[in-house]
């Protein structure tokens, strides 16, 4: 098989890189090592940036997520008992986000690039990139049980934290910079209407604790939980009961329960592989980096790379300048860093840790108390929530 662009993994930089190829004339093969059903329902992120929802509509990809997408103007940060609103259109001049699930936009953009892009095959694991320095790269992969080569004018390894593609980067011109953290998140997914109109993030003693939602009658919450934790160790009553410890309020906000349909925990990881390209191969999404959770900037930060890359793409195809290309990793990895930052701000402040002293807890209240009194600090962090720009 031959394609201009290689694209491997079907999760958000995937198939909405191959969505924007397409849109510009440039064709693209998708190789997704898992079945259709899987990419469409893996519970994954909540929160869409403007520029996120703003890249999805000019792909074509935003009618139904202009439907049913909620915007949200603000979050409730939750500390002591007390609650307060982040007003982020009063803040930012004008910026909001978008509640929509990550598997809603993975399920639009899969039956767009079906019903009119270039080929997405489902159960089709890359095995090895090779010849990256060569002129044309090429991708092995296994498919309906028969080994096959494509070969490409360029690879995006778009496959996630486990990819293969990171693999082809030579380690002497490669560095990762990487953080653990000792605990991660049990969340939750329950037939019941949201609790508060908005997210809210919750500081307590006894740990982390989010509200968010998937629609006006399903709600998603989180709850910090140590490191290693085995879902099946926690029954949904203990859950909602954290939730409620965790989450209460000095006035008469009451959390409501309902049936838990779907129960996981997530590790939490900061990770950043640089640089993001090796000769005709390039990394975008997960596969480059990873942000923990409490910033929401995962999808946020693979939309952005995605677009930056169709970009360099185009004006190469236009101009026969491969600038943009070869540019591409440095102006991602300045974004990337910003969110780096805020995600890895958002947990401390938020998550305790098993060695935190009492010195710790005072200094996350002191930088609670900050951010809910100094409209500087405040705006610092509605500015990197509702999302940094494409090409700062
Ligand atoms: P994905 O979604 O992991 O997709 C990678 C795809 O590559 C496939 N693949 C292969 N295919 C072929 N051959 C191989 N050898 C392959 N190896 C892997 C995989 O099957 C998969 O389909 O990466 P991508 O596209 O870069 O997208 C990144 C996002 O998924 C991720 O950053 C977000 O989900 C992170 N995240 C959040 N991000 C936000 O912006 N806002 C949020 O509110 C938010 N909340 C979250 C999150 C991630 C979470 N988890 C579970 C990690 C909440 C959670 C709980
Ligand atoms: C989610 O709804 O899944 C979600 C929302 C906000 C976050 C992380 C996850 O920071």
Redesign the pocket.
């Known amino acids: 098989m031959r394609t201009t662009v290689g694209i ?9 890189l191959a969505r924007l190829l397409h849109g510009a004339g440039i064709d693209s093969v998708v ?4 079945d259709r059903a ?2 469409e329902h ?8 403007q520029g ?1 929802v703003d890249a999805l509509r000019a792909a074509g990809a935003g009618a139904r997520m202009d439907r049913e997408g909620l915007r949200h103007d603000g979050i409730e940060l939750r500390f002591a008992g007390r609650r307060h609103r982040v007003d982020f259109p009063g803040l930012t001049g004008g910026r909001s986000v978008t509640v929509y699930a ?1 598997t809603e936009v ?1 399920k639009d953009l899969i039956a767009l690039q079906l019903a009119e892009g270039g080929p997405l095959l489902f159960e ?4 090895a990139v090779e010849g990256a320095v060569s002129g044309r790269p090429r991708v092995r ?1 296994r498919h309906a049980g028969r080994e096959d080569v494509l070969e490409c004018a360029y690879v995006v390894g ?8 990171r693999g082809v980067f030579p380690a002497s011109s490669s560095r990762v910079y990487e953080r653990t953290y000792p605990y991660a ?1 049990l ?1 939750i997914l329950a037939d019941v209407a949201p609790s508060h109109d908005e997210l809210v993030y919750a500081r307590h003693d006894r740990g982390f604790a989010l509200l ?1 939602m998937r629609s006006p009658s399903v709600s998603r919450l ?1 709850l910090q939980v140590p490191a290693g934790t085995d879902a099946g160790d926690w029954s949904d009553e203990a859950v909602w009961d954290e939730l409620e410890r965790r989450l209460a309020t000095d006035d008469d906000w009451r959390l409501e329960r309902g049936p838990v349909t779907q129960k ?1 925990v ?2 939490m990881r900061s990770f950043v592989h640089e640089p993001m390209r090796h000769g005709r191969v390039l990394l ?5 980096h ?2 923990p ?1 409490t ?9 952005g ?1 995605v677009v930056t890359l169709a970009r360099a793409l185009v004006h190469e195809r236009d101009t026969g300048s491969p600038d943009l290309v070869e540019t591409y990793s440095a102006t991602c990895l300045r974004r990337v860093w910003q969110a780096e930052r805020f995600s890895y701000d958002m947990t401390t402040l938020l998550h305790r840790g098993p060695a935190d002293t009492p010195f710790d807890a005072r200094l996350q209240l002191a930088r609670l108390g900050r951010i809910v009194s100094h409209r500087g600090a405040e705006t610092d962090l509605a500015e990197a929530y509702t999302g940094f720009p494409l090409d700062a």
């Open positions: 491997i993994g079907a999760g958000p930089a995937g198939l909405l190789l997704e090592s898992r899987y990419v893996r519970q994954r992120a909540g929160i869409l940036e996120t990550q993975c089709a694991e890359a095995l992969f778009c496959d996630g934290f486990r990819g293969v593609t998140w969340g968010s989180y996981s997530t590790p975008a999404g997960d596969a480059a990873i942000v959770p910033g929401a900037k995962g999808l946020n930060l693979a939309v790379d």
